[in-house]
């Protein structure tokens, strides 16, 4: 690939040129060079400045959309041509559901010896970094994203619900968003689906995570769970998480809690959804 494209996209990705230019170990000029030799060869700006900050142009934009299926079908191509009898996928999944929920099609796809997986658990913002950067075929998200910008279709939909202790007075309730504030809240790290949801349906009720009391960060499922069920707090999740473990209760308090998406999300313009639908819906042996 075009190594002036492999600076364009660290730039799109960093928005930031001292920063692209540390990562791919170039001087600063040398970024600055590649850019312009891209716009004097497109005869397009890629980039601009507003309010002191680097903003794409909308034909940056356009670029950085082909630049990352051409990279995407690069790596692809040098992954079949070293390993022509192996298929290989590259899967990303936010933790509520690559720990919770994909177990049985893993097992079904490792089931075929000529399969090879990679398997990624992260949230949502990183997961998206790598689908653009070409590190994976495709990604399974719970919470929000782009929709006009990759190609997407559901895989099914989920209960998410506020947890607490088992004797806990909100156990078996629909709680009011005012009473919440009292509470330690439990959430996830930035960037995570599952916060990404509780945070939308608090603006929507008109609060954000500021009129909690006491909040606590943590990006482990199991340590939430734990503190969770020994009445240190409530938290927001999937309700597949919990199962029916009996330590937990459940209550509701919408807008935040209710049915929401989970979506498999991949590049335009590529064969990855049949490859995603065969790893999904029962087919042994997915052609990438």
Not at 58 to 72: I, K
Not at 180 to 197: A, D, H, V
Not at 253 to 269: A, D, I, R, Y
């Amino acid at each position: 690939m075009d190594h002036r494209l492999m600076t364009f996209l660290t730039l799109c990705r960093t928005m930031h040129y001292g920063k692209a230019a540390e990562i791919l170990n170039l001087s600063q000029p040398a970024v600055s060079k590649h850019i312009q030799s891209l716009e004097n060869e497109y005869s397009v700006r890629l980039f601009i400045y507003g309010n002191r900050k680097l903003k794409k142009t909308e034909q940056g934009a356009m670029l950085e959309q082909y630049a990352s299926l051409m990279r995407y079908h690069e790596e692809h191509m040098l992954s079949a041509m070293h390993a022509p009898n192996k298929r290989l996928l590259r899967i990303g999944a936010t933790k509520s559901v690559g720990d919770y929920i994909l177990l049985p099609e893993i097992k079904r796809f490792l089931s075929n010896p000529s399969n090879d997986l990679e398997f990624l658990v992260d949230n949502t913002a990183n997961l998206l970094h790598k689908l653009e950067a070409g590190q994976l075929d495709f990604v399974v998200l719970e919470g929000p994203f782009n929709k006009q910008r990759y190609g997407n279709f559901r895989l099914r939909m989920e209960s998410y619900v506020g947890i607490c202790h088992a004797k806990h007075p909100f156990n078996g309730r629909e709680v009011q968003v005012e009473e919440l504030f009292s509470q330690c809240l439990m959430l996830r790290e930035w960037g995570s689906g599952t916060r990404n949801i509780l945070e939308r349906g608090l603006t929507e009720a008109g609060y954000d995570l500021s009129a909690f009391k006491n909040k606590t960060v943590i990006s482990s499922f199991k340590l939430m769970k734990e503190l969770v069920a020994d009445g240190l707090g409530i938290s927001f999740l999937y309700e597949t998480v919990i199962e029916d473990d009996p330590r937990f209760g459940r209550f509701s308090c919408p807008p935040m809690t209710g049915e929401h998406e989970l979506n498999v999300v991949f590049l335009k313009n590529t064969q990855v959804e049949k490859a995603a639908k065969d790893f999904l819906f029962n087919n042994t042996n997915p052609a990438p």
